[in-house]
């Protein structure tokens, strides 16, 4: 009889804790969508720890691109290196170290004024906050070069 009764009390108590790990880890921000600009193309999102991070980012787009702009979500990030991989195997590293706050986008970091076709991007950042914060969301856009432009 004591058994049965025990596992009365166990399964609400199970329950319980299997809702609150889902709750827990669940229902963290949603990713939002990056402010719309005219010109501007979504190219790819990471996300930040407090560490320092490395991301590569693989452009699929055959478009050209004259310029690239950061969209940072959540957390603010300190950014320390972009580099910029061309299809024809040329490296760019514009010069930034900057902060980027939470719910700001970066300066326009340009490319070329005629444009460039990107194989990849490599962005090295890290986020504000501690081991157990939420994480900053980075979203990476392009502009077209004028004559691009609709």
């Not at 790819?44 to 991070?53: D, I, K, P, V, Y």
Request: glycine residues 8%; charged residues 25%.
């Amino acid at each position: 009889m004591i058994t049965h009764r025990r596992l009365r009390v166990q399964r609400p108590l199970a329950a319980a804790c299997l809702l609150f790990i889902a709750v827990l880890f669940g229902c963290g921000p949603a990713a939002r969508l990056m402010e719309p600009e005219p010109d501007w193309i979504y190219l790819g999102q990471g996300t930040a720890t407090h560490l320092r991070e490395t991301d590569v980012f693989k452009i699929r787009s055959k478009e050209i691109f004259a310029a690239l702009k950061l969209y940072v979500y959540n957390r603010g990030i300190s950014l320390k290196r972009v580099e910029v991989t061309l299809v024809n195997g040329d490296v760019l590293v514009p010069a930034v170290d900057s902060y980027i706050a939470a719910g700001n986008r970066s300066r326009a970091i340009e490319l070329s004024a005629d444009g460039r076709q990107i194989e990849k991007i490599t962005i090295r950042y890290k986020s504000d906050g501690k081991l157990f914060s939420a994480k900053a969301l980075v979203q990476i856009a392009g502009l077209r070069p004028r004559e691009g432009r609709r």
